[in-house]
Nanobody
């Protein structure tokens, strides 16, 4: 049974940076695409970014393109979300997810989910 563990959230000032990690066990990012979603209080979970199998292709939401980057370490079976130039509106719980199809921007396209990590950006 696959499992994802996401981590790396925290409190940062506007303009700062954070790097989230998503470590997989029981499944391989060589055969699963992955994505990051986020959910702010009172809002629906929204797509942030996705990477294809082995990370060869990436897709970003318009709101984060140019500021966020997915990278990966295939040897560690881990994907990262580097977040730069953070804004208060980026505040949310961030979730990593894994699924068979790419690119998928809706939550129903993913079979496995991390537990979420809180990112708070202060103004």
């Amino acid at each position: 049974q696959g499992q994802l563990v996401d981590a790396g959230g925290g409190l940062v000032q506007a303009g700062g940076s954070l790097r989230l990690s998503c470590a997989a066990s029981g499944l391989s990012f060589h055969t699963y695409a992955m994505a990051w979603f986020r959910q702010a209080p009172g809002k629906e979970r929204e797509f942030v970014a996705a990477a294809s199998w082995s990370g060869g292709e990436t897709k970003y939401a318009d709101s984060v393109r140019g500021r966020f980057t997915i990278t990966g370490d295939n040897a560690k079976n881990t994907r990262y979300l580097q977040m730069n130039s953070l804004k208060p509106e980026d505040t949310a719980v961030y979730y990593c997810a894994a699924g068979r199809a790419y690119p998928v921007v809706i939550t129903s396209g993913y079979n496995y989910w991390g537990q979420g990590t809180q990112v708070t950006v202060s103004s």
